[in-house]
Each structure stands twice: as C-alpha cells, then as structure tokens.
C-alpha cells in the first residue's frame, strides 16, 4: 500500500503537545540533535515500563515486552492493536475507505500469519514463503460479526503465545538461524515487533479515514 507521508523537520522551537504541560529539552547525545519530550509523559512511561514486566534481565524478555506492549498496551509509540481495534465492527474492518490500500480486517490477517509463522518456528517449523504469494494475504471468507471477533480474537492469542515463546527462549540462540531462512532468531524477532507496529500504523489511517 502506497500511503503519501509528510516528514516533519525537527527544529530549534518545542513544540507543544495536546492535553499535555509544559516541556523541556531532552538531548540524545548527537550534536544539534534534541526532542521535546514532556516531562510529566516521560515519568509516567517510565513508572509504568517498570511495572509492566518486572525482572526483565534477558534480551529475549525484552523483546517478549516490547511485542506485548505492540498488541496489548503501554506502547512508547502510541496506540497499541488492540487499542487501535476497540469498537471497531466487522462492517468498518471490511470496509475500503482507501480504495488502494487494505481493509482493517485484511492487516488483521496478514499480522496473524506472520506472528503464527513466527511462533511456530520455535517448534523447528520451517518458516514458510508467504511475501510474494497468496497465503501473504488471506482473503475475508467470511465478513460476518462472529468471524471478525474470531479474527481479532486469534491473532491477540498468537502475539501472547508467540511472547511467551520468547520468554521461554535462550538467549544464547538468537543467533541461531531461523528454519527455512538465513537468519537468525534475533532478527526474526524483533522483525515481527516492526512489521505488526508498521501495519498497526495501516490501520490508524484506514480507521481515521473512515470516521
């Protein structure tokens, strides 16, 4: 899907954020390089990054925190999936506003296929071609009410068996290579984060443009 993006230039001026106080400057180490954060947000965030999965001392329980928090919440980012989803029908998911890009319900497919390719390369599964083919993007056989709760409710379930999975994988074979790829783990991992995020970004503007 081809989607026209305006690239905002970061300047020399804050700028302020809705609903939010007041800001403050926040450098990243790069000369002539700053965001603006708000400061109340930042603390926020970070209370509740502690909270959210405590003990976190492996690189494999990180990743496992940063896909929940792509599915489920407290996402740095913004709006999670599922709270991109909430009270969104099975008439608005099968809907084509953009009459060039996907539906809601077809991102929701085409995120759970990946997710479950990915959760079942654990087991030794060969992870499958699908970029390029058919099974990339499942069609909508059925665009009832019942099937849309079904979808949805599948691909949340993947994500928590797919974190757990990672949870429960040693650190030590990120760099073990993916069955039926030539790369590892550590790349499929964090990949599966990125490309649900990315198309979890899809379905924001999909959604925006049918309100």
């Not at 081809?2 to 000369?31: C, F």
């Not at 319900?105 to 071609?129: C, M, T, Y």
């Not at 039926?180 to 499929?188: K, V």
Request: aromatic fraction near 10%.
């Amino acid at each position: 899907m081809v989607l026209s993006q305006r690239q905002t230039a970061i300047s020399d001026k804050p700028q302020k954020l809705k609903g939010e106080g007041r800001l403050r400057q926040v450098s990243d180490g790069n000369e002539g390089f700053a965001r603006f954060l708000n400061p109340h947000a930042v603390d926020r965030h970070l209370s509740q990054s502690c909270n959210f999965f405590p003990n976190m001392n492996t690189e494999c329980h990180r990743i496992a925190d940063q896909l929940r928090r792509a599915f489920q919440g407290q996402a740095w980012h913004g709006p999670s999936l599922r709270e991109l989803l909430t009270n969104v029908n099975a008439e608005q998911a099968n809907a084509r506003p953009v009459k060039s890009a996907h539906s809601i319900w077809e991102l929701v497919l085409h995120i759970d296929i990946w997710a479950k390719a990915a959760l079942e390369s654990l087991a030794g599964v060969p992870l499958p071609k699908l970029y390029g083919t058919e099974k990339d993007w499942p069609p909508v056989a059925d665009s009832s009410a019942g099937a849309w709760q079904a979808a949805t409710d599948r691909m949340f379930r993947t994500a928590t068996e797919l974190a757990q999975g990672i949870d429960g994988f040693a650190d030590e074979r990120l760099t073990d290579i993916v069955p039926g790829r030539q790369y590892d783990f550590y790349y499929l991992f964090h990949g599966v984060v990125q490309h649900s995020l990315y198309h979890g970004g899809q379905i924001a503007i999909v959604k925006k443009a049918l309100a």
